[in-house]
T-cell receptor, first 114, second 112 residues
Framework: NAGVTQTPKFRVLKTGQSMTLLCAQD?????MYWYRQDPGMGLRLIHY???????AKGEVPDGYNVSRLKKQNFLLGLESAAPSQTSVYFC?????????????FGPGTRLTVT | EDQVTQSPEALRLQEGESSSLNCSYT??????LFWYRQDPGKGPEFLFT???AGEEKEKERLKATLTKKESFLHITAPKPEDSATYLC?????????????FGQGTRLTINP
């Protein structure tokens, strides 16, 4: 099993450009999450999904959109990138039930917006 | 407000020197406390889940314990490969669903 994979690993954008980050998991997990990690801020939840076709806002959703058209994929979109979105983005997934709430993380995408 | 505070922010030990990392939390209705290890440039790697006060989990040189207000990650006779940032998180209710609330981590360095 590959677990949780993310593409791309690195990306540099100019202000105003758009892009999509792809997350894929092969563990048949129901729940998927997008976080950003910034120095001194810890991991913060951007959006999450509790199943195929569903999405919901997290703590810091502004400037991002998500889609979960297939159970194994969770896409994070930046509509018009801003320097404040420079960060490391992590995708995670979990079973979401049977007391199995631990989340499994991907390797991350380092995004720089200039 | 649900909150997780980890201390110290950074810890430097000699190989073989045992110590403990602290995770203090406030959450309404703890449903789980999680420890993760994060190496530079990588995603957090799941280590342990603890559900109730008094529970303990062990893995190699690591042992996690839980009380009603805090958790400890004890590191016994550490080796340089144990160097990493250790993250603590609690499961919290949020908008009818669940979310993890993370601490800012303890950066552990083990010198040979």
């Amino acid at each position: 099993n590959a677990g949780v994979t993310q593409t791309p690993k690195f990306r540099v954008l100019k202000t105003g450009q758009s892009m999509t980050l792809l997350c894929a998991q092969d563990m048949n997990h129901e729940y998927m999450y997008w976080y950003r990690q910034d120095p001194g801020m810890g991991l913060r939840l951007i959006h999450y999904s509790v199943g195929e076709g569903t999405t919901a806002k997290g703590e810091v959703p502004d400037g991002y959109n998500v889609s979960r058209l297939k159970k194994q994929n969770f896409l994070l979109g930046l509509e018009s990138a801003a320097p404040s979105q420079t960060s490391v983005y992590f995708c995670a997934s979990n079973v979401g039930k049977y007391r199995s709430y631990e989340q499994y993380f991907g390797p991350g995408t380092r995004l720089t917006v200039t | 407000e649900d909150q997780v505070t980890q201390s110290p922010e950074a810890l430097r030990l000699q190989e073989g020197e045992s110590s403990s990392l602290n995770c203090s939390y406030t959450v309404s209705g703890l449903r789980g406390l999680f420890w993760y290890r994060q190496d530079p440039g990588k995603g957090p790697e799941f280590l342990f889940t603890l559900y109730s006060a008094g529970e303990e989990k062990e893995k190699e040189r690591l042992k996690a314990t839980l009380t009603k207000k805090e958790s400890f990650l004890h590191i016994t006779a550490p080796k340089p490969e144990d160097s990493a940032t250790y993250l603590c998180a609690v499961q919290a209710r949020w908008q009818g669903a669940q979310k993890l609330v993370f601490g800012q981590g303890t950066r552990l360095t083990i010198n040979p």
